[in-house]
Each structure stands twice: as structure tokens, then as C-alpha cells.
């Protein structure tokens, strides 16, 4: 008897396992994000368009990626953008691509980790030169809204749809094709700019007529970049208190040398700063304006202007935003040439 009962013990057990084995054989894989696109009715364009550029397989691969995935809708309006009887069947291929993977991040970005505001690399690259730099998206998040590259309102979109989990990475469906920004496009998305933004775009008042420099930095191209050296808000409300205290009072042609004096030729990165100190006198560079300012890369990045008296240098405290024309670091000190 008390063997019988051990015999049933282990059948029952045996059956158990069995039972536990055959549940998790029939457990659902998870899918990968071209997968979940290419089951989901309202991502036939985007499935299209990675079919069409390649990019199915990287999206069905190993990795995690996050993908802010235009609707069709999206896409839509976005192809009638660029002129009638544009499709994603025949629009150009390589502006395609371009496009897509700058909606694309090569980690996942769930939007609880997402804060108050941040840049992220995507995976479009400016040229294509090996190891070319890739294009910045500005984040931002408030309360669980999810802006991209200054929303709707600028050449970006809003996260309609948050967190749909993929075996590789994550998905947010957005309202909008979200465009490749340029310098001014950053500098108009990012809210701490939005002194600089003013200044740039004065047509007269305080600030004169910026018109030339607002034409010559919306001029800049992929083939002929710039670099911008970006003051905050904190940095020009620094300089407009210390002007009132020295008495000074600037020229619109002032502040246009002083705008200019912030702009250095070429798509120079954080990494590339080394190269500009060693490879001039002292760190001595030249600027859009015609004068030169000095970078100093011990205990920190600085640029120090030559406006006398001698004021502090000022810090970059952000890099490698980086656009379409060129790359922006932020400064927490407007400099000043020779006025």
C-alpha cells in the first residue's frame, strides 16, 4: 500500500511539472517593434516606409531601440508637405531614411524615465561619412504629456500614445512626422533660449534690427555649418545687469557684432574642441564677426572674450546639440567682443 501511494505521489507530481512545461511553451512570445507595426492597422505607412529603406530588419533585431512611431494620418501630412502627389511609394528613398531614423534612439526610453527636459541622439546622421554625428531631439515631459522638438507648434509632435513594449525596445505613437531640426529650430524649441530667441529675432527696439543674423544663421547648410555657442536665459539676464551697471546702453550694431562674436564656421563637437585649442595660438578663435575669442579647456570648458574691462569666462555647461546645419553648446555667460 505504501508503495502504491509513493507510485501515485510521483505520477502526480510528474504531472504537474508536465502541466507547468506545456503552459510555458504555450506562453505568447514577445513581439519586436517592426512586428507590432506591421500587426497594427494604423502603422501601414510606417511599415511601408522601413520596408522601402531597409530598416525592417534593424527594427526586428536584437538591441532595444525607442521608436516614435508616426501615425498614418502623420505621415499623410507630412508627404503632402513636401509637394502634391508625394507618397511614401515615391518619395525620395534617402530623405526618407533620414527621416525615419530620426525618430528612432538606440535605447529604451520609457516615458517614467523621461525628465522635465532633455536631448537625446537619434539615429539619423548629419552626412554620409563614416561615424558622422547624428541629430538631437529636444524632450520634454510635463505631467505625462510628451513633447518632441517643441510639438505641434515647431516641426515636431506629441506622444499620443505612451509605452507600447516590445521585445527589443519600446514604441510611443506620435501625432507627427517629427522634422529634422536646423540651428534656429533648436534654439526656437529649447524654452532656455528663448531670450537668445528674442534678441536674434528683434526687428528693432532694444535689441536694433537682427534681421541679417537671423537670415545668415537660417542660411547655414549641411555643405556650409556653423557652430553656436549658445547663452541661456540666466546668461543674458547676467548681461543685461551688468550693462545697467556699467552705464552701457549698446547698439542694435552691437548687439549684431556681439550675436556674431557667438558663431564659429564648421560643425565643430565637444570633441573637436581639443583641436581648436591646439591647433591655434593659445586657443585663439576665430568667430563669424571678424574678432577672435579664447577657449580653455583646463578645469572645464572656457571662452573668454576680449571685451575690456576683463570680465570671467564663460562656462559651456551643455554640448553637442547637435542640427541638421550645424551644433550648438550652451554658455552660462554671454561674451562680449570688442564693441
Given at each position: ?23 510555458d ?10 512586428e ?37 494620418a ?38 517614467t ?18 561615424n558622422a ?35 527589443n525596445?519600446?514604441?510611443?505613437i ?33 535689441f ?19 557652430t ?6 540666466a546668461?543674458?539676464?547676467?548681461l ?29 563637437r ?20 571678424g ?49
Amino acid at each position: 500500500m505504501k508503495n502504491l501511494i509513493k507510485k501515485m505521489a510521483f505520477a502526480c507530481i510528474a504531472l504537474t511539472m508536465l502541466s507547468c512545461s506545456d503552459d510555458d511553451n504555450n506562453t505568447p512570445q514577445q513581439q519586436t517593434i517592426a512586428e507590432i507595426a506591421s500587426e497594427t492597422a494604423d502603422f501601414s505607412t510606417l511599415v511601408t516606409a522601413l520596408n522601402r529603406t531597409g530598416l525592417t530588419a534593424t527594427l526586428n533585431g536584437s538591441g532595444q531601440f525607442t521608436v516614435f512611431a508616426p501615425t498614418n494620418a502623420a505621415f499623410q501630412t507630412f508627404f503632402a508637405s513636401l509637394g502634391s502627389g508625394v507618397t511614401v511609394d515615391n518619395v525620395n528613398t534617402d530623405v526618407l531614411k533620414a527621416i525615419l531614423l530620426n525618430h528612432v534612439v538606440a535605447l529604451e526610453i520609457k516615458s517614467t524615465d523621461i525628465p522635465a527636459a532633455t536631448y537625446v541622439s537619434t539615429l539619423s546622421p548629419i552626412n554620409s561619412t563614416a561615424n558622422a554625428p547624428t541629430i538631437s531631439m529636444f524632450v520634454q515631459k510635463s505631467g505625462s504629456t510628451v513633447t518632441l522638438n517643441g510639438g505641434v507648434d515647431s516641426k515636431g509632435a506629441v506622444v499620443s500614445t505612451a509605452d507600447v513594449d516590445a521585445s527589443n525596445g519600446v514604441i510611443h505613437i506620435v501625432n507627427r512626422v517629427i522634422q529634422i531640426p536646423t540651428l534656429v529650430d533648436h534654439v526656437v524649441d529649447n524654452p532656455d533660449f528663448d531670450t537668445l530667441q528674442t534678441v536674434v529675432t528683434s526687428t528693432g527696439g532694444a535689441f536694433g534690427d537682427q534681421s541679417a543674423v537671423l537670415g545668415a544663421l537660417s542660411g547655414l547648410t549641411p555643405t556650409a555649418p556653423a557652430t553656436l555657442f549658445a547663452p541661456n536665459n540666466a546668461a543674458f539676464t547676467s548681461l543685461i545687469a551688468e550693462l545697467t551697471t556699467a552705464g552701457i546702453s549698446p547698439t542694435g550694431a552691437q548687439f549684431s557684432s556681439v550675436l556674431q562674436y557667438h558663431a564659429v564656421g564648421g560643425n565643430v563637437r565637444s570633441s573637436a574642441l581639443s583641436g581648436i585649442v591646439s591647433g591655434t595660438s593659445a586657443g585663439v578663435v576665430p568667430t563669424l564677426n571678424g574678432q577672435n575669442f579664447t577657449i580653455s579647456l583646463t578645469g572645464g570648458a572656457k571662452i573668454t572674450g576680449t571685451f575690456a574691462p576683463t570680465r570671467a569666462a564663460s562656462n559651456i555647461i551643455s554640448t553637442d546639440i547637435q542640427g541638421s546645419n550645424g551644433v550648438i553648446h550652451v554658455l552660462d555667460k554671454v561674451l562680449l567682443p570688442t564693441l
